[in-house]
């Protein structure tokens, strides 16, 4: 195992070690806000990870489009649909409420977190972020003091900041509690519907998430593995069933997106039933993970870019 490995096992097993690590993370987003411009900020995040320089003038690939995008589409919706309590009502407008889990509290500050009033199980989310999770199946198990302190960091730290993801710039920080859902294969599989000018191309479906076996597959609509991934390379060899009701989160999927050129709309499917995950506009910050690498130039070809209103 790498040092880097590491690292990230040591990070993602250990709650101390995850709290300094998102101090740290708050500090550099809060130096790059103070010094960086929007597109200074964008640059230099790209380039940090790819090595090189997008091309924000005439972008082609799909990683260069969603930089351009940061920088140059603003609609208000996004920041409604990216913010996981306010798209609650957004999905009820759209006559969806019975596909949403259920609400256990939400919190402004992390004092008025009561963890006696949850059930022995739930899900801790940060509603204006990404990634910032905690799922707890066994509330007796937690060190409840450094969870708080995480959660705080949370709750004074903006995506906004090292990437410049527009729509979580003026987002109001909040936690919200969640009940604890479980799929037929013991954990809970998310179905990530990649929808492009309001029509669903392909599906992500993770299998095994957090164990040595992980398989992270797209599929077509028809669920005929397709040759490309995320971070990592496809896995035909595992079979990951396709959800039920995948034609019927299809259709939900397209009413949601409407118009808006790109949103990666997620759900869960817990016994036969749709449950709705959340929206997301710049998965891994819109960076070129797409592997093999060529398909950031062939998936770019499907983001139509929208006129700029900034």
């Not at 604890?180 to 000018?197: A, I, R, T, V, W």
Request: charged fraction near 25%.
């Amino acid at each position: 195992m790498s040092l880097k490995s590491k690292l990230v096992h040591l990070k993602n097993s250990n709650p101390f070690a995850y709290y300094l690590w998102n101090v740290q993370q708050k500090k550099k987003g809060d130096k790059a806000l103070r010094e960086l411009s929007d597109q200074e900020a964008v640059i230099s995040l790209y380039k940090t990870y790819s090595g090189r320089v997008p091309n924000l003038d005439n972008p082609k690939t799909f990683s260069e489009k969603q930089q351009w995008m940061k920088l140059n589409y603003h609609n208000p919706l996004m920041t409604t649909c990216a913010d996981k309590y306010e798209v609650r009502q957004y999905v009820t407008q759209k006559g969806y409420a019975h596909l949403l889990n259920g609400v256990l509290g939400v919190y402004d500050k992390i004092e008025q977190l009561d963890v006696a009033q949850l059930p022995a199980q739930f899900v801790l989310k940060a509603t204006h972020g990404s990634g910032w999770n905690l799922v707890c199946t066994d509330k007796s198990k937690i060190n409840w003091w450094i969870w708080k302190k995480i959660m705080n960091v949370w709750l004074h730290n903006n995506i906004f900041w090292p990437g410049r993801e527009w729509p979580y710039k003026n987002m109001k920080p909040r936690l919200i509690a969640e009940p604890f859902l479980k799929d037929n294969s013991g954990q809970l599989m998310d179905f990530k519907l990649f929808c492009f000018s309001g029509k669903v191309h392909f599906i992500q479906a993770n299998k095994g998430r957090g164990t040595d076996n992980h398989a992270q597959n797209f599929y077509d609509l028809d669920w005929n593995i397709l040759p490309f991934g995320k971070n990592l390379k496809p896995r035909p060899d595992i079979d990951i069933p396709a959800p039920v009701n995948l034609k019927e989160m299809a259709r939900i999927a397209v009413d949601l997106v409407g118009d808006l050129p790109f949103v990666r709309v997620d759900f869960y499917e817990v016994d036969d039933k749709i449950i709705f995950g959340e929206m997301t506009f710049y998965p891994k910050s819109g960076l070129p993970d797409f592997t093999p690498p060529e398909y950031d130039q062939i998936l770019g070809d499907l983001l139509i870019l929208p006129k700029a209103t900034v």
